[in-house]
Nanobody, 126 residues
Framework: QLQLVESGGGLVQPGGSLRLSCKISGFALDYYAVAWFRQAPGKEREGVSCIDPFHRGTTYADSVKGRFTISRDNRKSTVYLQMDNLKVEDTGNYYC???????????????????WGQGTQVTVSS
């Protein structure tokens, strides 16, 4: 059974850091692109970052470049999102998702991702 479970969200002050984790099961992590999306209240879900299968590369939204780092640990079946220098506008519910087809390079196109976790809340506030 395919499953993605996020954790690591919380409340942090501006300038602080958090590390999100996405534990996967039911598929081989290395064969699929996995992405992080976020959704703020009243706004559409947007792509944040993605990691290619087979360690080919990573993709970031312009708004998080230089502040967020995506990585994977295949032995732990987990994808991470290290978030540094957090801003108030980073607040939202963060979801990890798996690309629908194997061995596809990353995109941050919502429709390409058909398997989702339940989300973890990140709140950046002073």
């Amino acid at each position: 059974q395919l499953q993605l479970v996020e954790s690591g969200g919380g409340l942090v002050q501006p300038g602080g850091s958090l590390r999100l984790s996405c534990k996967i099961s039911g598929f081989a992590l290395d064969y699929y692109a996995v992405a992080w999306f976020r959704q703020a209240p009243g706004k559409e879900r947007e792509g944040v970052s993605c990691i290619d299968p087979f360690h080919r590369g990573t993709t970031y939204a312009d708004s998080v470049k230089g502040r967020f780092t995506i990585s994977r640990d295949n032995r732990k079946s987990t994808v991470y999102l290290q978030m540094d220098n957090l801003k108030v506008e980073d607040t939202g519910n963060y979801y990890c998702a798996r690309e629908q087809s194997w061995n596809q390079s990353c995109s941050l196109i919502l429709a390409r991702f058909t398997s989702w976790g339940q989300g973890t809340q990140v709140t950046v506030s002073s």
